[in-house]
């Protein structure tokens, strides 16, 4: 598994990808903050994230949702279309809150897509939910 997701440019998200794809990793992990600037919406998140998608192999798809240069939690829906357009297979997920978490677990019902907790005080919450 390996990211160097970093680039703005589309092509270049492109190329970057492909590089990494290209040595023989087995997964390709997205940060979310790079499909979309911070005051545009979801549907140019999607938009990119499906161009970039179109220009790499087939091969299982993760997302980060790093804080850095901002923090681009990704809604319910919105992972939801991720993971029809592509093999997304797992997001690490930082949004630090439970009934997010819980909405963002339905959302992805049925698909392979499987969310990490990357906050220890909402995964001890989490695993004694019932969601």
């Known amino acids: 598994v390996a990211s160097g997701h970093t680039a703005d440019d589309l092509d270049r998200q492109i190329y ?62 919105t992972l939801r279309k991720c993971a029809e357009i592509s093999p997304l297979r797992f997001l690490k997920d ?15 019902e049925g698909t392979e897509l499987k969310i990490y907790n990357a906050n220890s005080a909402t995964l001890l919450i989490f695993l004694g939910s019932t969601i």
């Open 94 to 108: 930082t949004c630090c809150n439970i009934e997010l978490i819980g909405e963002k677990l339905k959302a992805v």
């Open 16 to 77: 970057e990808a492909n590089a990494f794809i290209n040595e023989g990793i087995d997964a390709y992990v997205f940060i979310a903050n790079r499909f979309a600037k911070q005051d545009e919406s979801d549907e140019v998140f999607l938009k990119n994230y499906e161009t970039v998608v179109n220009g790499i192999p087939e091969i299982g798809l993760g997302v980060y949702e790093c804080p850095y240069p901002y923090k681009r939690i990704m809604m319910p829906e």
